[in-house]
């Protein structure tokens, strides 16, 4: 084969989804004596034609090389050009999981995330790619492996999430990408969703101690609302404090508040925060 080779593949690369027809011919460019194709199915040879054609109906073996050869009257007496030919299949399915954890993550530790691809070939074609949302994060592919026919491959993610990413959605997708005589655009497969749930400790929208001034019978409000996953429960302490509704609010709205410092606290499974409300009395005369 190689130079000096006289036959000419038409086309010369050829990919084929798994159970498609499949047609080549080869031409010889000198006269020759015998003209055929080498093949494990459907081997034809011609005496003194120019042109053969190897075809296949439902191409099915994943180890099919088919080789043109010629035998000429003329040196070089012989030889032979392969078909470059791709057979691929897309993948049963993709999925994505979590490893060696299940249920919500906490904010600042690692973990990871699971992709399977199940039956995809030729797997050197494939490319992983993994998403947050729409943002691409990472993509894995496979082009050092060299199995032709069916295999099962992963991917692994491995995640540090922070409160920001709470409920964001992952997947991965399986891309095919044969080249230009392949399906355009490539053949994708995605898999389902992955909600992921992060925790992460109450944060008070303004943590800073907040002082007010006593005005009696003017209504005080205390606002201590704070951000957090579980969603946070709320207690105050008060040498002041009589009335129970107010010990599980995040805001407290009372004309009844007298001078003096008040506590909340924020608590979670995670950690519990405290912040402070100081009612202060005027000096009279100023």
Known sequence: SGEGCSLILKPSRVVVGFGESVTVNCEATRPVRVLGWESAISAVHTQEDRSVQWKVDSLIDWIEEPICYGVFFTAPRQCEEKLNLVLYKSPDSISIRQTNHTGPMVEGKEYQLLCEVQNI????????????????????????????????????????????????????????????????????????????????????????????????GAEITFNCTATGNPEPVYSWQSSHLTEERMMAEAVITSSSLLPGTYTCTASNMLEKKSKQFIIKEKIKGV
Do not use: M
């Open 121 to 216: 070939a030729p797997v050197q074609y494939l490319t992983l790619r993994w998403y947050r949302g729409q943002t691409e994060v990472y993509q894995h592919s496979f082009s050092d492996l060299t199995s032709s026919s069916p295999v099962q491959v992963s991917s692994t993610l491995v995640i540090t999430p922070t409160k920001a990413e709470n409920d964001a959605d992952y997947k991965c997708v399986a891309e095919l990408e044969l080249g230009p005589e392949g399906p355009q655009p490539p053949p994708t497969l995605a898999s389902e969703p992955l909600t992921v749930s992060i925790y992460f400790p109450p944060t008070f929208l303004s943590p800073e101690t907040e002082v007010l001034d006593f005005t009696a």
